[in-house]
């Protein structure tokens, strides 16, 4: 079908006409400056809002928005665009698609918030229809997310606001695949579409997961008051707290929660998981499974693992699991020999225990049946003498030891909440 889309060149516009591109569509890019070679250009401003819809045009997406620090665009101007397009995609017989944004709202405590509210009254009432998506993340470090990702790489800690606002995130991979999907139904007309996770995320754990999944770092929560972030913020000043994009932040504090799933439901749309979406690719899913072998073989190996033996890891838990990682533990993680702590028969036989237990037993099997296996348990390539290796014994005889003595003093309900800090699957 023939898509025209406006704000092509922006951070969610892109992803969109990839996508639709890549399934074959014709894609119209409106924006104002010139759209890649592959996609036919349409000059568009919102302060001059005209555009010639190509005849046969299914589908027309309002993304084009000012987002700007230094924004010149009026909201009058932005609605006024926005009822502009709407009689030419009338005109077209064109199905209109506006791009809102969680805080839009009558009463928003900013004007962003507010236009949009405005923007998607004209468009309901034209039939067209709107969606409202959560924080959306993912992809390219841009928008809000961009900013978020530079703020948490420039600071050693991550704040953690009280009281703690929530989000619902939504990839902008899966945002683009909804919007498509409203594009090419005929039902959905006159309506708004609330589109992010059905259980909301606080600020905090979003900020913890970029680090932890896209920087693949570790940072320090740090908690702090609301009213001690605004002084920090009017300290700054405002050009400075624009240009940092903390401005931004507050809009936050007052999101109203959406109730996503049966709108999610309507498009069909099952969204990835905060953790697999932060990755680069979009889909974390196989990085975190290898992060999990990796742990486990270096724990069996006393090593790291060569990367065919990964591999072997890789295929056995998705030819025989699931495929998901089970362990999201950054003490394990860092320390791999901590997993001495829990491995021992009465507790890897608990229920919640069992599934890292057949982890376990695939990477001791694996490890035993390779030829770096042979070389760390038979000692083939070590070298040296009774004396040294007399010496390495009573080394991993001591480590031994004093791993199980620890084990004995720690309480078992911190092991448990290692353990269950799985990824979750739905978020």
């Known amino acids: 079908m023939k898509i025209l889309i406006t704000g092509a060149s922006g951070y ?32 568009y401003d919102l302060s001059s809002p005209t555009l010639d819809i190509p005849e046969g045009t299914c589908a027309l997406v309002h993304l084009a928005a000012d987002t700007s620090h230094n924004k010149n665009t009026s909201a009058e101007i932005e609605i ?21 944004s969680q805080t839009a709202s009558r009463n928003a405590p ?23 998506p959560g924080q959306v993340y993912g992809g390219n470090e841009r928008g809000l997310f961009g900013t978020l ?5 420039r600071f050693p800690a991550v704040p953690l606001l009280l009281p703690a606002p929530s989000i619902q995130p939504i990839h902008v991979d899966d945002l683009a695949i909804a919007i498509l999907t409203v594009a090419k139904s005929t039902d959905l007309k006159g ?21 932890t999944y896209k920087l693949h770092q570790s940072r320090l929560p740090i908690p702090m008051p609301v009213a001690l972030f605004s002084l920090v913020t009017a300290i700054l000043g405002k050009k400075i707290t624009a ?10 504090l007052k999101l109203q929660p959406m109730s996503t799933e049966e709108s999610l439901q309507r498009v069909g749309l099952i969204l990835r998981p905060l953790a697999y979406g932060m990755h680069p690719s979009g889909n974390g899913r196989r990085r975190c499974l290898l992060v999990e072998g990796k742990t486990l073989l270096t724990y069996v190996l006393k090593v790291a693992p060569e990367r065919g033996l990964l591999k ?37 036989q608990q229920e919640f225990a069992k599934e890292l237990s057949w982890r376990l037993q695939i990477a001791t099997n694996l490890a035993e049946a390779s030829p770096q296996g042979a070389n760390a348990f038979l000692g083939l390539q070590q070298s040296g003498g009774f004396f040294r290796t007399f010496f390495a014994l009573g080394l991993t005889v001591v480590k031994e030891v004093s791993w199980r003595l620890l084990a004995v003093f720690i309480n078992p309900l911190f092991l448990k909440h290692q353990l269950e800090r799985k990824i979750a699957r739905d978020t």
């Open 80 to 100: 006024e665009a926005t009822r502009t397009l709407i009689r030419e995609a009338q005109l077209s017989q064109s199905k209109l698609i506006f791009i809102s």
């Open 312 to 348: 072997r890891y890789l295929q056995a838990v998705e030819t025989l699991g699931d495929g998901h990682a089970v362990m999201n533990s950054r003490l394990l993680i860092t320390f791999p020999g901590a997993i001495t702590l829990i491995d021992n028969r009465a507790f890897l």
């Open 110 to 132: 900013t004007s962003y918030g507010r236009t949009k509210w405005h923007i998607e009254q004209d468009v309901i009432a034209a039939g067209g229809v709107v969606i409202r």
């Open 191 to 211: 309506q708004v579409l609330s589109l992010g996770a059905k259980a909301p995320v606080s600020f905090g754990k979003f900020l913890q997961h970029i680090a």
């Open 12 to 43: 969610i516009g892109e992803r969109l006409a990839a996508l639709a591109f890549k399934e074959g569509h014709e894609v119209y890019a409106a924006s104002r400056k010139q759209a890649q070679p592959r996609y036919k250009w349409l000059p």
């Open 149 to 153: 990702t530079s703020l948490v790489r």
């Open 243 to 252: 240009r940092l994009g903390l401005d931004r932040l507050f809009s936050l």
